[in-house]
């Protein structure tokens, strides 16, 4: 099970830090990583972090603003959101995969959570 937490309002260029707590299974078998979805738009991908946590990958229209990581012996991954913009209001999901890499396809990944709101807006 995974249950995101830490969405909300934030006004544009602010920050936000979404977690997602897993639970059930030994964390550090899974990649993990996150994906959003806008109104009337298709679950995109964000970011992805490997097994160990030491390999991270970002879309372009969020590297240099979001940092993923995570922490095995909480089963916790977390989504720090720097310089928000209104483009980045949608809800977010924690994902995870029991292959080595995260896919950025959505289909391909393995687990859900239900999804975080996060509303940029002044």
């Known amino acids: 099970q995974l249950v995101e937490s830490g969405g909300g309002l934030v006004q544009p260029g602010g920050s936000l830090r979404l977690s997602c707590a897993a639970s059930?299974?030994?964390?550090?078998?899974?990649?993990m990583g996150w994906f959003r979805q806008a109104p009337g738009k298709g679950r995109e991908f964000v970011a992805r972090?490997?097994?160990?946590?030491?390999?991270?990958y970002y879309a372009d229209s969020v590297k240099g603003r979001f940092t993923i990581s995570r922490d095995n012996a909480k089963n916790t991954v977390f989504l720090q959101m720097n310089s928000l913009k209104a483009e980045d209001t949608a809800v977010y999901y924690c994902a995870a995969s029991e292959s080595v890499l995260l896919s950025t396809a959505p289909s391909r990944n393995d687990y859900w959570g239900q999804g975080t709101q996060v509303t940029v807006s002044s």
């Open positions: 972090i490997n097994r160990s946590g030491d390999g991270t």
């Open positions: 059930g299974r030994t964390f550090s078998n899974y990649a």
